[in-house]
Structures are given as structure tokens and as C-alpha cells.
């Protein structure tokens, strides 16, 4: 089961986190104890591209930097090319020649959706590239979001979140940690 894998690998988190929308959790997905180890990453990439496979995507497009090496995979197994949108000067962009045309049928890779951020700022430039978009695949979806794809996700696992003023444990007085890597 993929939350016993999560937890085996140190991916599942208890505390008092700071979540990249600036929300608090008791719990965290710290991805990168997935994403550094491949013979943990294959079979989920696996799973994901057969799920997607009838959909024949030209293209696996993901957001740097957690997506990419997802979106690499899962691109290896569908047999196609993987493009990722990164930031600068925080905009997301193509960037290193990467293309999308009117012909590319794309599917959006994530690594952990919370709160659809990233997602959607790749769908908006696959969309303004005249792509089309033929779902988005995700290892861990941490709650109900609104995208305007098919959202599949290999482990719904819906995790309490809390604005700061609202938040229990900044209440307790438990010490705030901050393991990610993107703010708003």
C-alpha cells in the first residue's frame, strides 16, 4: 500500500509544518525520500502512465523541480518526450527550447497536489501553447481540487490544513517547521 511505502521511506511527516500556500498541517509529504530512490519512483510512474496509457499523450509536461523527475518517468514508460515549466523571475515558463504545439496531446504530471497551485500554472501554458491536456497524473492528492482536467492520483490522502490564525498547534505553541521549497 502506498501510505505504508510513504511512511517506510520517511515520506509521511508528523508535526507542525508550513505548507508552500502558506497553510498549516500536522503532516507532510516530504516527496523527495519518493522521488530520490528510482526503485521506489518506477513502479509509481508505471502506474500512472498505464492509467493514462489509452489517452495517448504526445508529451509528459511537469513543473520544476519536484515534477521532473516523476514526469521523466513516467514519460520513459509511455514512450514519450517530458518537458517541464520552471520560474523565472517567478512567472512559470518554457524555458531550454522546450515546445508544445496545437498537435501535442500533453499530460500533466505532479508529484504531491495540495492545493492545485503548480497544476495549474502548467495547464495554463500548455493551454496558451494550443496544446491540449489529456489528464493529470499525481502520486498523492491531499484533498479535494478544483482543475479543469481528469485528476488521477495513486493515493488520496486528504491532510487537515489551517490558515495560521486558525491553526491548533500555532495555538499549542508547537514550534513551526518549514519543509518545502516554494512560497507564495
Known amino acids: ?37 528510482p526503485a521506489e519512483l518506477a513502479p509509481l510512474a508505471q502506474a500512472i502512465a498505464e492509467h493514462f496509457l489509452s489517452a495517448a499523450p504526445t508529451v509528459v509536461v511537469s513543473a520544476a523541480v519536484g515534477g521532473i523527475l516523476l514526469g ?38 505532479e508529484d504531491v497536489v495540495t492545493t492545485g497551485q503548480s497544476v495549474r500554472e502548467v495547464l495554463d501554458i500548455v493551454h496558451g501553447r494550443g496544446a491540449s491536456v489529456v489528464g493529470i497524473g499525481a502520486i498523492v492528492c491531499r484533498g479535494a481540487v478544483a482543475l479543469d482536467a481528469p485528476l488521477f492520483a495513486l493515493l488520496d490522502l486528504p491532510l487537515d490544513s489551517y490558515a ?12 513551526l517547521e518549514d519543509p518545502g521549497s516554494r512560497r507564495v
Open 1 to 37: 500500500m502506498l501510505s505504508e511505502t510513504l511512511e517506510r521511506v520517511g515520506a509521511l511527516l508528523s508535526g507542525h509544518f508550513l505548507l508552500s500556500s502558506g497553510r498549516h498541517s500536522d503532516r507532510f509529504i516530504q516527496k523527495f525520500r519518493i522521488l530520490e530512490n
Open 72 to 109: 521523466h518517468e513516467v514519460a520513459r514508460a509511455l514512450g514519450t518526450r517530458s518537458i517541464f515549466v520552471e520560474k523565472e523571475r517567478g512567472e512559470p515558463h518554457l524555458r531550454r527550447g522546450f515546445s508544445l504545439g496545437p498537435s501535442d496531446r500533453a499530460l500533466v504530471v
Open 164 to 175: 495560521a490564525g486558525e491553526c491548533p498547534q500555532c495555538a499549542s505553541g508547537v514550534p
